[in-house]
């Protein structure tokens, strides 16, 4: 949570993002272009990502730049959480990501869980709207919102997906290794929080 130098990235690249979108003069135009050059050249040498990868990563988006959404499916079974392994890193998380166009975050929590775990499942109540930068996640060159749904299953075994090999549920004292950038433990630890108490009322930043 320390690295400076991505948030001062971060903010130059999504202020450069915002006055390519609205500026209409060419010379104010060339000079947020240089803005968001600057960004990209940071991160590149910030971190082990080569150039050409962060710009296709991090300065290709166009508009207003908003934080991305990411949807996170909470399924209990015998006081125990549905937990899925990544292929990309082998390590565990809630089932979910990005949210689409098109579909509401409950109904993006619902593929999800299908897509990762083999359940279908219905959405039952939001737990949680959670801001990246206040969680201890590993650095990040987006700005996230997660999104915690509570979901029942409805039918369904549990099965891997093209992006998880492995499908368990797990107590709340013995948890896998997580994957961070995706959930952390203290994040877990809320929801389990719900499996107490149903009535709380939804979490956020």
Same mark, same amino acid.
């Given at each position: ?21 609205? =500026? ?12 968001? &050059?600057? =960004? !990209? ?11 050409? %990868? ?13 934080? %991305? ?5 909470? !399924? ?37 869980? %299908? ?5 279908? !499942? %219905? ?7 959670? &801001? ?19 979901? =029942? ?17 797990? &107590? ?25 108490? &149903? ?7």
């Amino acid at each position: 949570m320390n690295e400076k130098w991505l948030h001062w990235a971060k903010r130059i690249q999504a202020l450069s993002q915002s006055g390519l979108a609205f =500026s209409k003069d060419k010379y104010d135009i060339e000079r947020y272009q240089e803005l968001r &050059d600057i =960004s !990209v050249e940071i991160i590149a040498s910030y971190s082990d990502m080569d150039i050409k %990868k962060v710009k296709e990563l991090f300065a290709t988006e166009t508009g207003y730049q908003t934080p %991305k959404i990411d949807v996170r499916g909470v !399924v209990f079974h015998q006081n125990k959480i549905l937990l899925v392994k990544e292929k990309m890193d082998d390590k565990w998380s809630l089932p979910g990501g990005f949210c689409e166009v098109g579909i509401s975050p409950a109904e993006n929590c619902i593929k999800e869980i %299908k897509e990762e775990a083999g359940f279908d !499942v %219905k959405a039952v109540k939001l737990l949680a709207l959670f &801001d990246n930068h206040h969680h201890p996640h590993p650095p990040q060159p987006y700005h996230y919102y997660k999104c915690f749904i509570q979901c =029942s299953i409805v039918k369904g075994h549990a099965s891997g997906g093209l992006e998880t090999n492995d499908v368990r549920f797990f &107590d709340e004292d013995n948890l896998p290794p997580l994957s961070t950038r995706r959930n952390t433990e203290s994040q877990i630890m809320k929801m389990f929080s719900f499996l107490k108490d &149903d009535q709380q009322d939804s979490l956020f930043d």
